[in-house]
């Protein structure tokens, strides 16, 4: 249940994160990497993908299906594109060497895209589109995942969430930034239900029997068993326009495997064909495009802001308070989270006092 939820400032639990990545055997740069990509989710208001995942990349590294150590390895490249192999390491890290090097590519040439193979869970897409934004680019981020979505007319989870992150610099106080996954919503929001003791709403996952599913608890138990599935952008059937989120997922899935060969659909499950637990072999693809080689970048960032502006400014619906374009609402919830600190439940409590314990990471004083 929710409970009692405490704030804990914003660098405590970066450093927090930071030592539980270095006591998992993970190195210092590699870590402070991966404890900033989890803390910038919480910071941005995306619960799901921060503090709330650290148990499972602890968990994982323990299972022995993902490295703390990671090799990033070039195998192929070209002035403008490469394919990368991350050897199941730290996907954060994998990510962000990756957008890297798409960045250098686009400031030399104009564009860079770079494609991962044999990496892992590497938290929110939108941390890699704003590494170009930051860079006066335009950055796009994909990923595939562990299959849990359903395709229209069926009830199989047969591939990810599979988000599509693009961000872009403009003459406001924030970036334009839009980060969302191509089903209704992502395994994350769920294990964020459960723990507040909460239903799913009825509409974002489908049984196997075609009904739709609330049980949050044997929502989670039954996803990896094939009994229950998440669904696309638009939900069950075509009235809606389900066919377009199935559509858009099934792009990221052609990105991130069939531009570097690796596996897809329920090859990315993390068990192989006895139900041993296997590296998740997730890909990703990164594009970085240097504004500059269009128009002028100041051109751009006023453009870009006007649009946003001219949205915002639109008639509002019946009792609606304001219009926001996205990245607004993450910008303002940054905010609130330098302020306050960000909200911990009961659940996660336990779950950080499990790490202290286990990892010898008493020290932090935590008010629970």
Excluded at 63 to 83: D, N
Excluded at 112 to 131: K, P, T
Aim: hydrophobic share 40%.
């Amino acid at each position: 249940m929710e409970g009692k939820v405490v704030h804990v400032p914003v660098e405590t639990l970066r450093e927090f994160m930071y030592q539980v990545f270095l006591k998992c055997g993970v190195p210092e740069e590699d870590a402070k990497i991966c404890a900033d990509v989890l803390i910038t989710s919480d910071i941005r208001g995306i619960p799901s993908h921060g503090i709330n995942r650290l148990k499972m990349y602890y968990d994982r590294i323990k299972q022995g299906i993902l490295s703390p150590i990671t090799r990033f390895e070039i195998v192929r490249e070209t002035q403008t594109t490469a394919v990368v192999d991350g050897h199941h390491g730290m996907g954060h890290v994998i990510g962000y060497r990756s957008m890297k090097l798409a960045i250098e590519k686009a400031r030399e040439y104009g564009m860079g895209a770079v494609a991962a193979r044999n990496s892992s869970h590497f938290g929110i897409a939108g941390y890699y589109a704003l590494m170009a934004a930051e860079e006066g680019m335009i950055g796009m981020a994909f990923t595939n995942a562990r299959p849990s979505v359903a395709p229209t007319f069926s009830v199989e989870p047969m591939f990810g969430t599979n988000p599509i992150a693009f961000a872009c610099p403009t003459d406001e106080e924030f970036p334009f930034c839009f980060d969302a996954a191509t089903s209704i919503t992502q395994r994350g929001k769920i294990e964020v239900l459960a723990r507040l003791g909460k239903p799913t709403p009825a509409g974002w996952v489908i049984s196997c029997t075609g009904e739709l599913a609330t049980d949050t608890e044997a929502i989670l138990k039954g996803i990896p068993a094939g009994e229950y599935a998440l669904l696309p952008l638009g939900g069950a059937g075509e009235e809606m326009g389900g066919h377009k989120g199935y559509g858009l997922a099934v792009m990221v899935e052609i990105l991130c495997a069939a531009l570097q060969s690796g596996a897809f659909l329920k090859d990315l499950s993390g068990f192989d064909e006895e139900g041993n637990l296997r590296p998740h072999q997730l890909g990703h693809f990164f594009l970085a495009i240097d504004i500059g080689r269009f128009v002028p970048l100041e051109e751009f960032r006023r453009t870009a802001g006007e649009i946003l502006r001219r949205l915002r400014a639109a008639e509002l619906a019946p009792g609606a308070e304001r219009i926001y374009t996205a990245g607004e609402k993450a910008h303002l919830a940054a905010k609130r989270a330098h302020e306050r600190g960000i909200p911990i439940n009961e659940d996660l409590q336990r779950d950080i006092k499990f790490l202290q314990e286990e990892l010898g990471l008493s020290h932090f004083d935590f008010p629970f």
